[in-house]
């Protein structure tokens, strides 16, 4: 039997449902009923779980795309407008905090770090860092090798690797929505 570390993230009261999320792993495309069923022997009722056929068809598109996406987001530093970029990562974290896979957001927002920081812009990649920080404190502990890392580089972005390894130039930091509230 293994154990379930759990970091409450906001105040639960007494009689309040805790929810985790059995389908962390973005990529499970199977519809819940037939992944949770064999796997954890229920069914879930949440939001996510019983959406209609057409809601779980766009959220499997959804998540296609991500998946998609991810592994070709560095390929682009240095090719195509870092504002893009940094607007493509935002689009990507908000389809993260909608479809429920918000551990992923430390992963994107340290992207958008990494490019800021590669364009040597203190302020932007350090706010970035912060939400990955804040993550991995949420998700790891503040114990964790991660989370000590993400710390440093927030409190110092120049001491990242490839600190101006594309020039100078001032980004931006997130604007769409406070990544912490999802």
């Known amino acids: 039997m293994s154990v379930l570390d759990l970091r409450a993230i906001r105040e639960i009261h007494e009689g309040q449902e805790v929810e985790v999320s059995y389908m962390s792993d973005i990529t499970i495309y199977e519809p819940p009923p037939a992944y949770l069923r064999p796997k954890f022997g229920f069914e879930c009722c949440c939001k996510g779980c019983t959406r209609p056929p057409a809601e779980r068809l766009a959220s499997h598109q959804r998540i296609l795309a991500y998946n998609a996406f991810v592994p070709e987001v ?49 302020a932007s990649a350090r706010q970035w860092e912060e939400i990955c920080r804040d993550r991995y404190a949420i998700y790891l502990g503040a114990d964790s090798d991660d989370w000590k890392t993400a710390q440093r580089l927030a409190a110092r972005p120049q001491d990242y690797v490839g600190w101006q390894k594309l020039g100078r130039r001032n980004l931006r930091g997130p604007v769409s929505v406070n990544f912490a509230l999802c």
């Open 74 to 122: 560095h390929s682009r530093f240095g090719k195509e407008s870092p504002l893009q970029i940094l607007k493509d990562l935002e689009t990507q974290i908000l389809i993260l905090c909608e479809e429920g896979y918000i551990f992923e957001v430390a992963g994107r927002a340290d992207d958008a770090f990494e490019l800021c920081a590669s364009y040597g812009d203190v």
